[in-house]
T-cell receptor
Framework: AQSVTQLGSHVSVSEGALVLLRCNYSSSVPPYLFWYVQYPNQGLQLLLKYTSAATLVKGINGFEAEFKKSETSFHLTKPSAHMSDAAEYFCAVSRGNEKLTFGTGTRLTIIP | GAVVSQHPSWVICKSGTSVKIECRSLDFQATTMFWYRQFPKQSLMLMAT?????????EQGVEKDKFLINHASLTLSTLTVTSAHPEDSSFYIC???????????FGAGTRLSVL
């Protein structure tokens, strides 16, 4: 069975500050890992994915995430927060072409 | 990028009526489509997985007779909420995955309000 844990249901950062959203996974086989963003009343948009290639993955909107097997983590970062980054972020894991298992989400608030 | 269109975006219906939600992959063929339900400020709960031309696979606890899923073509899946009741009010999101990869592309969601 696979699972993801997102530490911190709500994160607030100042505009221009570093964004760090935490995700730890549990998987019995090498996982595929994803970060999605959801804006209010909208579906999910893929930010980035890890599929066993490079461990540092760059995504859209300046986000990146690093796969650390020793720590079973896949934290999402962005060097400088922008007001438009305010949204809900979901980490997800899958095993190949199997279904996605989502974390409980982290709501990111940007303080002007 | 791959686009998934979901319609309608918002629907209000009376208790006891049925509502159909459509999910279309616009620029790729979706061999597999997924239907999720999301409660306010919560994560996505997978309801069912549908493969084109075959019966949907429902997650435990999801009533297949209440949530009818049809995946008649490689670009269209529908979810019908039958005899809707207020407790069915929720945000329903579909996603589609092509046979070439493992990425799910999501629709914009449908907010269902049952009066």
């Amino acid at each position: 069975a696979q699972s993801v844990t997102q530490l911190g249901s709500h994160v607030s950062v100042s505009e221009g500050a570093l964004v760090l959203l935490r995700c730890n996974y549990s998987s019995s086989v090498p996982p595929y890992l994803f970060w999605y963003v959801q804006y209010p009343n909208q579906g999910l948009q893929l930010l980035l994915k890890y599929t066993s290639a490079a461990t540092l993955v760059k995504g859209i909107n300046g986000f990146e995430a690093e796969f650390k097997k020793s720590e079973t983590s896949f934290h999402l970062t962005k060097p400088s927060a922008h007001m438009s980054d305010a949204a809900e972020y979901f980490c997800a894991v899958s095993r190949g072409n199997e279904k996605l298992t989502f974390g409980t989400g982290t709501r990111l608030t940007i303080i002007p | 990028g791959a686009v998934v269109s979901q319609h309608p975006s918002w629907v209000i219906c009376k208790s006891g009526t049925s509502v159909k939600i459509e999910c279309r992959s616009l620029d790729f063929q979706a061999t597999t489509m997924f239907w999720y339900r999301q409660f306010p400020k919560q994560s996505l709960m997978l309801m069912a997985t549908s493969n084109e031309g075959s019966k949907a696979t429902y997650e435990q606890g999801v009533e297949k007779d209440k949530f009818l899923i049809n995946h008649a073509s490689l670009t269209l899946s529908t979810l019908t909420v039958t005899s809707a009741h207020p407790e069915d009010s929720s945000f329903y999101i579909c996603s589609a995955r092509s046979g070439l990869g493992n990425i799910q592309y999501f629709g914009a969601g449908t907010r269902l309000s049952v009066l």
